[in-house]
């Protein structure tokens, strides 16, 4: 399908080659350089289509499309334009422009986007404001991978569609569902994450839908699952590839159906939430292997999402690494900078752990290191330290080298509560929480018997249990035998 195209674009040179590519195609192109010129191009004749850049000599090409496409509902307009950030390709969608292409694009990838355009008509466009934006700013990254999955945010958030995100462990697959949300009209509810590899399979349909009281031994309350927690906003179902077949058969009924009910209930419950899932694992595999339900992976993978690994998008690792040294210092930590040569090691490395693991390094320099401009050897010598690091909380690792490892963290993550005189009374009370609780749980709640076991007084276990706020429930003995 061909049609009259008009190209805005400040570089004579990009003109001519885009002009010279369309012309090929059969379509009937006229350029200009500027705002006043595509005001008088338009003026003149309305194209079939507009392929506009957005920084222009006489000003920015994203406010002229969104005034072209109030006067001119039926214009398709395709943005391009070098300012990669997601918040860019977002106002390109909302502006109503039809397509969005970063710079550098592939002349095919511009060729099929002209062609839709003509055959499709135009996007409605989004109904939120620029000044809501700032929801996405927190996802770094301008390489071309991350290019493309901005472009598929930028087409998701003003609708409800399911978002499947792949992509391994730290890539970034939590703060895109959390873009998606905060960027969409949902953003005002809550947006509730559920990690199905973090609890136990036995209670994730309880989480999910929630449970009456009684439902199950333990159960003294009814309590509110994550899809009514969600209400109005968005679920982001992490590790999906966890879930148990007989979870996964509920939730793809709830999808299909569009209610739930809780875990020994009755009534039905509308589901208002938009779904998005993720994976660090081949969901189609599991397919294959008969892990998933092939219909459920159709339900999920409505929009797919795949997150480059960080050593597949190694621009962007200089970027990220500064923004983490910068959020580091933000947070109260020393304010460090990165050496040419430190930026190098850092590039070249493989980042197994991706993001994640360029954050927690981040911070750790932030934290531990006497200089203040990081070189090339401090880096290597981190990278060597980390991966020497035990694994927090194994179950073998002595209590002494857990509370060392937790000491670390609390100076990496959360530096002003190290000194702001309230240590001791967490750390202890961090040990003392887990023992109570399952001394508790082995005398069924009988806060005599589990004093006794524990060889403490039952007024000084009352009290530990107040000051630490566990709730023992309600009708729960305390203390007659
Ligand atoms: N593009 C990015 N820009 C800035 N920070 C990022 C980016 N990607 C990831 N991060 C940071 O890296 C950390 C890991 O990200 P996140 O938890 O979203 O990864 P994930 O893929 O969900 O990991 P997992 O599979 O282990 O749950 C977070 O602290 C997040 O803020």
Same mark, same amino acid.
Request: proline residues 5%.
């Given at each position: 399908?061909?049609?009259?195209?008009?190209?805005?674009?400040?570089?004579?040179?990009?003109?001519?080659?885009?002009?010279?590519?369309?012309?090929?195609?059969?379509?009937?192109?006229?350029?200009?350089?500027?705002?006043?010129?595509?005001?008088? &191009?338009?003026?003149?004749?309305?194209?079939?289509?507009?392929?506009?850049?957005?920084?222009?000599?006489?000003?920015?090409?994203?406010?002229?499309?969104?005034?072209?496409?109030?006067?001119?509902?039926?214009?398709?307009?395709?943005?391009?334009?070098?300012?990669?950030?997601?918040?860019?390709?977002?106002?390109? #969608?909302?502006?109503?422009?039809?397509?969005?292409?970063?710079?550098?694009?592939?002349?095919?990838?511009?060729?099929?986007?002209?062609?839709?355009?003509?055959?499709?008509?135009?996007?409605?466009?989004?109904?939120?404001?620029?000044?809501?934006?700032?929801?996405?700013?927190?996802?770094?990254?301008?390489?071309?991978?991350?290019?493309?999955?901005?472009?598929?945010?930028?087409?998701?958030?003003?609708?409800?569609?399911?978002?499947?995100? =792949?992509?391994? =462990?730290?890539?970034?697959?939590?703060?895109?569902?959390?873009?998606?949300?905060?960027?969409?009209?949902?953003?005002?509810?809550?947006?509730?994450?559920?990690?199905?590899?973090?609890?136990?399979?036995?209670?994730?349909?309880?989480?999910?839908?929630?449970?009456?009281?009684?439902?199950?031994?333990?159960?003294?309350?009814?309590?509110?699952?994550?899809?009514?927690?969600?209400?109005?906003?968005?679920?982001?179902?992490?590790?999906?590839?966890?879930?148990?077949?007989?979870?996964?058969?509920?939730?793809?009924?709830?999808?299909?159906?569009?209610?739930? #009910?809780?875990?020994?209930?009755?009534?039905?419950?509308?589901?208002?939430?938009?779904?998005?899932?993720?994976?660090?694992?081949?969901?189609?595999?599991?397919?294959? &292997?008969?892990?998933?339900?092939?219909?459920?992976?159709?339900?999920?993978?409505?929009? +797919?999402?795949?997150?480059?690994?960080?050593?597949?998008?190694?621009?962007?690792?200089?970027?990220?690494?500064?923004?983490?040294?910068?959020?580091?210092?933000?947070?109260?930590?020393?304010?460090?900078?990165?050496?040419?040569?430190?930026?190098?090691?850092?590039?070249?490395?493989?980042?197994?752990?991706?993001?994640?693991?360029?954050?927690?390094?981040?911070?750790?320099? &932030?934290?531990?290191?006497?200089?203040?401009?990081?070189?090339?050897?401090?880096?290597?010598?981190?990278?060597?330290? &980390?991966?020497?690091?035990?694994?927090?909380?194994?179950?073998?690792?002595?209590?002494?080298?857990?509370?060392?490892?937790?000491?670390?963290?609390?100076?990496?993550?959360?530096?002003?509560?190290?000194?702001?005189? #309230?240590?001791?009374?967490?750390?202890?009370?961090?040990?003392?929480? +887990?023992?109570?609780?399952?001394?508790?749980?082995?005398?069924?709640?009988?806060?005599?018997?589990?004093?006794?076991?524990?060889?403490?007084?039952?007024?000084?276990?009352?009290?530990?249990?107040?000051?630490?706020?566990?709730?023992?429930?309600?009708?729960?003995?305390?203390?007659?035998?």
């Amino acid at each position: 399908m061909t049609g009259s195209v008009l190209v805005v674009d400040d570089d004579s040179a990009i003109r001519t080659v885009v002009a010279a590519a369309l012309r090929r195609e059969g379509h009937a192109v006229t350029t200009a350089a500027s705002l006043a010129e595509l005001r008088r &191009a338009i003026g003149a004749a309305l194209p079939d289509v507009l392929v506009t850049d957005v920084v222009l000599p006489d000003g920015n090409g994203l406010d002229e499309v969104a005034r072209l496409t109030a006067e001119h509902p039926t214009l398709p307009v395709i943005v391009f334009s070098a300012q990669n950030t997601l918040a860019t390709a977002v106002r390109a #969608t909302e502006v109503g422009a039809f397509d969005y292409l970063p710079k550098p694009f592939d002349l095919d990838v511009l060729g099929q986007a002209v062609r839709s355009a003509i055959a499709r008509g135009r996007h409605a466009p989004a109904e939120f404001p620029e000044d809501e934006l700032n929801g996405g700013s927190s996802l770094i990254g301008r390489s071309p991978a991350m290019q493309e999955v901005y472009r598929v945010i930028a087409r998701v958030v003003s609708n409800d569609l399911t978002v499947l995100i =792949s992509g391994e =462990s730290g890539t970034g697959k939590e703060l895109v569902a959390k873009a998606i949300h905060d960027l969409g009209p949902r953003r005002r509810a809550p947006f509730v994450a559920l990690n199905m590899a973090a609890i136990p399979r036995e209670l994730i349909e309880a989480e999910l839908f929630g449970h009456e009281r009684g439902a199950f031994t333990g159960a003294q309350a009814r309590v509110a699952g994550k899809f009514e927690q969600a209400a109005g906003g968005t679920l982001f179902l992490d590790e999906i590839g966890d879930m148990p077949m007989d979870a996964q058969t509920r939730l793809l009924r709830v999808l299909q159906q569009g209610e739930f #009910t809780t875990v020994g209930g009755a009534k039905a419950i509308k589901a208002d939430v938009r779904i998005v899932a993720a994976t660090n694992k081949d969901l189609a595999a599991l397919v294959q &292997a008969g892990q998933f339900r092939e219909d459920l992976f159709y339900r999920l993978n409505v929009v +797919p999402i795949a997150l480059p690994s960080l050593r597949e998008r190694r621009d962007d690792v200089p970027l990220l690494a500064r923004h983490f040294l910068d959020r580091a210092a933000e947070d109260g930590l020393p304010r460090k900078s990165l050496a040419a040569n430190a930026v190098a090691v850092l590039e070249g490395y493989d980042w197994p752990g991706n993001v994640r693991q360029l954050e927690n390094l981040m911070r750790r320099i &932030a934290a531990l290191s006497r200089d203040e401009v990081i070189d090339a050897d401090a880096i290597r010598r981190a990278l060597g330290e &980390a991966s020497a690091m035990p694994a927090p909380a194994t179950r073998d690792a002595g209590i002494e080298a857990a509370v060392r490892a937790r000491l670390e963290r609390i100076a990496i993550e959360e530096p002003r509560t190290l000194d702001d005189g #309230t240590l001791y009374d967490r750390i202890i009370g961090e040990v003392e929480r +887990p023992l109570i609780e399952a001394m508790l749980a082995r005398h069924g709640g009988n806060q005599l018997r589990a004093a006794r076991a524990l060889g403490i007084n039952r007024n000084t276990l009352r009290k530990r249990l107040d000051t630490l706020g566990i709730d023992v429930g309600p009708g729960r003995p305390d203390g007659t035998e």
